[in-house]
């Protein structure tokens, strides 16, 4: 069991609940607003996002972020195969609703390497901007990372 104790001049005594609770929630709100990353641009989203190369299979993403583009979270939403995955609008609304996001970055990795991106790409990317345009959400970009390579559509001017 796990106890804390608080400082009252020379002493220490057991914290009641609500100090704990206290303390606790002052705790998660300082980690949370002073450890996050910020992402402010397509080179720090794909520094951040470089992880995703190489993987045999596509994975589409949301980087969810707050008003200050702070990280809130990082989500892989959908695994497809070696040449696609299946990405659904629903399910990003969904997510962007369930952490309280601002705004988004989408993400997805191509196995071949080859970073370019194709008209299904660039549809979904529409479809996505649309749809999160309904709740609020800005979609800040979306980045397609291959092996050694990342292409941002907000760069490429889809966006």
Same mark, same amino acid.
């Given at each position: 069991m796990l106890e804390l104790f608080?400082? !009252?001049?020379? #002493?220490?005594?057991? *914290?009641? /609940? *609500?100090?704990? &609770?206290e303390r606790a929630s002052a705790y998660t709100f300082e980690s949370a607003s002073k450890d996050r990353p910020t992402i402010g641009n397509p080179t720090e989203a794909r520094a951040f996002l470089m992880h995703q *190369?190489?993987?045999e299979r596509e994975q589409f993403g949301l980087v969810y972020l707050d008003n200050r583009h702070r990280v809130l979270s990082v989500e892989i939403l959908f !695994?497809?195969?070696?040449?696609?995955?299946?990405?659904? /609008? #629903?399910? &990003?609304?969904?997510?962007?609703? %369930?952490h309280g996001a601002a705004a988004v970055i989408l993400f997805h %990795?191509? /196995?071949s390497? %080859?970073?370019? /991106?194709?008209?299904?790409?660039?549809?979904?990317?529409?479809?996505? #901007?649309?749809?999160? *345009?309904?709740?609020?959400? #800005?979609?800040i970009d979306h980045l397609i990372i291959a092996s050694t390579d990342c292409v941002s559509l907000a760069k490429e001017g889809v966006i």
């Open positions: 608080v400082k !009252t001049g020379a #002493r220490y005594r057991r *914290a009641k /609940p *609500a100090e704990v &609770c *190369a190489g993987l !695994t497809g195969t070696i040449d696609g995955a299946s990405v659904h /609008p #629903r399910e &990003c609304v969904k997510g962007c609703l %369930n %990795n191509h /196995p390497g %080859n970073p370019s /991106p194709s008209r299904a790409d660039e549809m979904i990317t529409h479809r996505l #901007r649309d749809a999160l *345009a309904l709740i609020d959400v #800005r979609l």
